[in-house]
């Protein structure tokens, strides 16, 4: 039995999964705009690692890691928690969704925060914590553009790395006219990604809050680890301690070609100190 789940904190049956999912397979657009976007992907993954063999050891490799790390969790997340405390970092422990969502709303009603930028978190997505610190009189705008793109045509994202993989470019310039910026027309991904910048560089300036996930942590140094192509993520986090370090070498290197294509992202970076304060 598949169990519910919510959309934007409406119920989700079995039935109307199965429905919602069987309309979208059957929509030719949809499944022409994830056919191109991924054969882009695998294409460039393949440029990147032309020995396969070589891309399944250091598979293998990351994976082995992730599998040791995953099953000594309960020692590592306290190791964790212990050194990220003498970084200066607060620790919050949560059992629930409702629980992770009452301190978050906590931290910002201390901060007295009315707007957050965030940066890319899948947990958030899980906690629905947009929707729940909008109940709650708190704006919190995504600032990773695919991100941004699907929150303002009110959509979840489709892919954990490319959240509007599902949309062609005709389709995001649509929603920019009617949605961003109707007195601009924006046709290039260039110009549109101009838009964008132009809108979240002035909630950058105004929020009170950032908040982010992380792609890993490192418990033996109390590191947080960010790995981004856009700047966003260091934005949110801006006014932090942050240093350019490379904890995890195997790791970094197989996620960022496996994801973009590319030998490393744009941004690398580690968190070796957070607090509440918006960005400067």
Not at 100 to 121: C, E, P, T
Not at 124 to 130: F, H
């Amino acid at each position: 039995m598949v169990p519910e789940t919510s959309f934007h904190g409406q119920p989700l049956s079995e039935k109307g999964f199965h429905e919602a999912s069987g309309k979208a397979l059957k929509d030719q657009k949809l499944r022409k705009n994830f056919k191109r976007a991924m054969n882009g992907l695998m294409q460039k993954r393949r440029v990147m690692f032309p020995d396969s063999g070589e891309l399944e050891t250091l598979r293998n490799l990351a994976g082995g890691i992730r599998r040791d790390a995953v099953s000594h969790l309960p020692d590592l997340l306290e190791e964790l928690e212990t050194n990220c405390q003498q970084n200066g970092i607060q620790v919050h422990w949560a059992q629930t969704t409702e629980e992770a969502n009452s301190i978050v709303l906590n931290i910002a009603r201390k901060a007295d925060a009315k707007l957050a930028v965030k940066g890319k978190s899948m947990v958030s997505e899980e906690m629905e914590l947009n929707h729940f610190l909008a109940e709650n009189g708190i704006e919190a705008l995504e600032s990773d553009l695919g991100e941004y793109i699907i929150q303002v045509d009110h959509e979840l994202p489709s892919h954990i790395i490319m959240p509007a993989i599902h949309k062609n470019r005709e389709e995001i310039s649509e929603v920019f006219q009617k949605k961003v910026a109707p007195a601009k027309k924006s046709d290039t991904a260039e110009e549109m990604t101009e838009t964008a910048r132009q809108v979240l560089r002035d909630k950058f300036r105004r929020a009170e809050l950032g908040i982010s996930g992380v792609n890993f942590a490192v418990a033996e140094t109390g590191t947080l680890c960010l790995v981004e192509n856009e700047g966003n993520g260091r934005s949110v986090v801006q006014g932090r301690k942050v240093k350019k370090t490379d904890p995890r070498k195997c790791t970094w290197s197989c996620w960022t070609t496996a994801e973009a294509g590319c030998m490393k992202t744009n941004f690398c970076a580690t968190l070796c100190f957070a607090s509440v304060a918006g960005p400067a």
